[in-house]
């Protein structure tokens, strides 16, 4: 990104530029480089394993499951532009190769039923599976969260209340997730529902009216943002229930996370 022809298209020389108005162009700038870098990043084997193994709140998801669903969001990164460095086009072979390496560091175990095996996550190393799914959320943020709002609106792709409620998480996850800074809130709903009906979760008519095709796969990818949604839930419901004790800044994170953990426990959270 060329800082020149950036400060060229100010309205002023930097120097007479207001401190508010600095900062503002360093914010933008800022985005920019990390929406650049977001771009760059690879679909790795361990990432998009990690991503379909993720994208559901039960216990233990089935390994034709997990193949399936990885396919499925390898074909959608590559149709958003991501680059891999192995395509997942020849075979569940990848997966397996991710999956034998989370076995060994037993992040993972398996389980066989009389159908075919089951994959099941130790539930303290999920956290270490989300770093590696972190690297490719931000490729699918908007569209997971266009999910949401269209599932929490009563199935309704359009309308003002599921762009409000889109609206909403991008503001209150953009700093989580770099978007296309060249793109309005309204573009981006848009482009995020052609990009669904790729994926199979929504259908258009010829009108342009779009629909639910497949409300799993909508659940699916409303399921990718879905840790973020609960842990700000978290956070705001902790800090609200200890609101009355005397807690350090310090000691704050730690009891948010016990308290997270009771929740967990009562599947408050998922």
Known sequence: ISLRKAFEQLECKWKDLSE???FEVSQELAERVMYGIGQSMLIL???ITALALLTTSNRGIRLLEIQERANRFDALLRLLGANSTDSLSHGGWVVRQALERFLSEKRIRTLVDDQEEIIQIYDEHRVTLEYYKNSLVHFVAPISMLASAILSNENSCHGDE???LFQFQAFLFRYEFPTN??????EMAQKSREDMVSYGALSK???GVYSVENPNFLIELSSITQNFIESYLLTLKGCSSFRSRDISQ???PIKIQEFGKAKLAINELK
């Open 20 to 22: 508010e108005r600095r």
């Open 45 to 47: 084997p361990t990432a």
């Open 162 to 164: 599921t762009l409000r």
């Open 181 to 186: 800074p060249d793109l309005s809130v309204e």
């Open 205 to 207: 008519t010829e009108d």
């Open 250 to 252: 310090k000691e704050l």
